[in-house]
Nanobody, 121 residues
Framework: QAQFVESGGGLVQPGGSLRLSCAASGYPSDYYAIGWFRQAPGKAREEVSCISTGDGSTYYGNSAKGRATISRDAAKNTVYLQMNNLKPEDTAVYYC??????????????WGQGTQVTVST
């Protein structure tokens, strides 16, 4: 069974930073992308970032470009998301999961329970 344990969320002020972590395990080996998407109440899911497990290529959603950095520790099967200059619009539950690839896949196939990020004064 696939398990994704997200952590690192919390309450931060606008302009602040957070580093999210995701410990992944138990998913089929033929997934070549791991990343993050987010969802706020009443809002559609939104892609944040994705990293290829094959060549390490990274991808970012439009809302995260310039403010987020995704990285991966392959040995630990852990992915990180460093988010800077956070805005109230970034408030959401952030989910970590896998999909077939970063460039062409639309949906994540497995993901975890998520970690809450709240950006507010």
């Amino acid at each position: 069974q696939a398990q994704f344990v997200e952590s690192g969320g919390g309450l931060v002020q606008p302009g602040g930073s957070l580093r999210l972590s995701c410990a992944a395990s138990g998913y089929p080996s033929d997934y070549y992308a791991i990343g993050w998407f987010r969802q706020a109440p009443g809002k559609a899911r939104e892609e944040v970032s994705c990293i290829s497990t094959g060549d390490g290529s990274t991808y970012y959603g439009n809302s995260a470009k310039g403010r987020a950095t995704i990285s991966r520790d392959a040995a630990k099967n852990t992915v990180y998301l460093q988010m800077n200059n956070l805005k109230p619009e970034d408030t959401a539950v952030y989910y970590c999961g896998v999909r077939w690839d970063c460039a062409y896949s639309i949906e994540y196939n497995y993901w975890g329970q998520g970690t809450q990020v709240t950006v507010s004064t």
